[in-house]
């Protein structure tokens, strides 16, 4: 497999100015909370270590990933909240609602996002097996949550600087 031996979260060939200003949301899915909680920690620490200041960054529960979108939602109505960090682990082999629960998520989402125009980032693993899921939470491919914040100052930063060239023009 690709991934066999990549920490997936190597952001090293990017570069992120200071994230200092951007006000983040996290809506974690309670489902498969060793891994989400996880996923949500190293989301944290990517922000803080980029500048975002700790109470510009506010976290609400739902129960599972199929609950993200609505999550998304009230988190985007917030309108001090610049962008919207989504965590959630369904894995494969557990259900059959695999389908179903992440392709609602991954169209809920987009339909989120565009609605609020503001970045709604995909925090969700999908893996076949725990295993797949703890190394991506923590484990030998890195932290998807860092992933995540790192993805969702990036856009913050873009919508910004759009804006501001619009203000400007
Ligand atoms: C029901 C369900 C199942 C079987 N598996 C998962 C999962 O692996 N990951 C996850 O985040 N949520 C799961 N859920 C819960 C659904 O997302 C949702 O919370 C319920 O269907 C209620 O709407």
């Not at 997936?8 to 200092?20: G, P, R």
């Not at 060793?34 to 922000?47: K, M, P, Q, S, V």
């Not at 369904?90 to 339909?111: K, L, M, P, S, Y």
């Not at 930063?157 to 203000?167: D, G, N, P, W």
Request: proline content about 2%.
């Amino acid at each position: 497999m690709s991934s066999a031996l990549k920490n997936l979260s190597d952001f090293k060939h990017t570069t992120i100015s200071t994230a200092a200003g951007i006000r983040v949301g996290i809506v974690v899915a309670e489902w498969n909370i060793e891994i989400t909680g996880a996923l949500r920690d190293g989301a944290i620490n990517t922000l803080l270590k980029h500048g975002v200041i700790e109470s510009d960054i506010v976290v609400i529960y739902v129960p599972g990933s199929f609950e993200l979108t609505y999550g998304s939602q009230l988190l985007c109505e917030d309108k001090t909240i610049d962008t919207v960090i989504c965590i959630g682990c369904v894995i494969q082999g557990e259900t059959r609602h695999f389908d179903f629960i992440c392709d609602a998520v991954a169209q809920g989402i987009t339909n989120v996002s565009l609605k609020y125009n503001k970045p709604v980032i995909f925090g969700v693993l999908t893996p076949n097996t725990l295993q797949q899921a703890q190394d991506r939470a923590g484990g030998k491919h890195g932290n998807k949550g860092d992933e995540a914040a790192v993805t969702a100052i990036k856009m913050a930063q873009l919508k910004k600087s759009y804006e501001t060239r619009l203000v400007n023009a």
